[in-house]
């Protein structure tokens, strides 16, 4: 008797090679799935530690609200900082307890953190500082904008998920190229810049003339004097002569709006406050301007 021989069939041989296609396809797609994954998690996390800069400069402004000033740095190593500003300290860490915000940003590292040192006093500092235009540090170069450095209020810096140019310190630094900057040291400037194989900071800044607006309001205070004698116009909130006006003379001064103002007969907070006056002093001017009018 002839026995038959069983033979694959050309449908059993092409559906094994289409399942083997399938697993190719499926091995490409879960690789791809992996890394748009990746992807994705470091965007997500970008964005939240932009938010946290937002969030760090939001504060910066209200305390600089309430208070007149920017806060100091913290100058302890950020593994081990208190969070509380160290008075003196121009260039060091987030002030995140002072501030009242979270510790860290997503990465979990403080921020870095540099104000510039006419800016820690009181509101009347400040704001001379400001009207008059920054001097010395921080500053900053902007991608966004042209390669030259400029001065700033206060500068911050997030230090992004790794040591991106290698360099040993979580701050990377751009050297060549018409943006650079090292935010490392700040010097000679820090740097806002897309990210980068060999850079991944974030940084955020508040510029001078942004402070001065929601910080600064001068009003113009004229003294006009007909009382027989010099006066002497006196800011008591900062305890400084403002100027003296002599009889029959009158006298403009620009001063902080919300400063308490005595005229009196001596220099330097001395003598007697001077009366008859219109309005009578002490008194505490706000608005776009006042007048002082002295009669004998």
């Not at 559906?15 to 799935?33: D, Q």
């Not at 400069?57 to 969070?83: H, M, Q, S, V």
């Not at 991106?164 to 060549?176: C, E, K």
């Not at 810049?193 to 004229?222: K, R």
């Amino acid at each position: 008797m002839q026995r038959s021989i069983p033979v694959l069939s050309n449908t059993r041989g092409f559906t094994l090679l289409e399942i083997a296609i399938v697993m190719v396809i499926i091995g490409i797609l879960t690789g791809g799935g992996v890394s748009l994954v990746k992807v994705l998690t470091e965007r997500k996390m970008r964005n939240a530690s932009m938010d946290y800069l937002q969030q760090a400069r939001t504060a910066l402004i209200g305390f600089a609200a309430n208070n007149g000033r920017l806060p100091w740095a913290d100058g302890t190593p950020a593994a081990a900082g208190d969070g509380v500003e160290d008075v003196g300290t121009t260039n060091g860490f987030l002030p995140y307890q002072t501030l009242q915000i979270a510790p860290s940003d997503p990465y979990k590292r403080v921020l870095r953190y540099e104000v510039n040192s006419t800016l820690t006093a009181d509101r009347a500092v400040s704001c001379a500082g400001l009207k008059a235009g920054l001097a010395g540090r921080p500053l900053v170069v902007d991608a966004d904008g042209a390669g030259a450095a400029f001065r700033v209020a206060v500068v911050l810096v997030g230090a992004g998920p790794m040591d991106a140019n290698g360099s040993g310190n979580l701050f990377d630094a751009v050297t060549s190229g018409a943006h650079q900057g090292n935010n490392a040291s700040g010097t000679p400037n820090y740097l806002r810049h897309p990210p980068t194989e060999t850079f991944d900071d974030l940084s955020a800044y508040i510029g001078g003339n942004e402070l001065f607006g929601l910080l600064c309001e001068y009003l113009d205070l004229a003294v006009n004097n007909t009382s027989g004698s010099t006066v002497y116009v006196y800011d008591a909130t900062r305890a400084g002569n403002l100027g003296s006006v002599d009889n029959n003379d009158s006298a403009l001064f620009s001063i902080i709006s919300g400063t308490r103002i005595e005229v009196r007969s001596a220099a330097n907070g001395g003598g007697v406050i001077v009366s008859p006056s219109l309005p009578r002093t002490p008194l505490m001017l706000a608005g776009r301007g006042a007048t002082i009018n002295l009669t004998p």
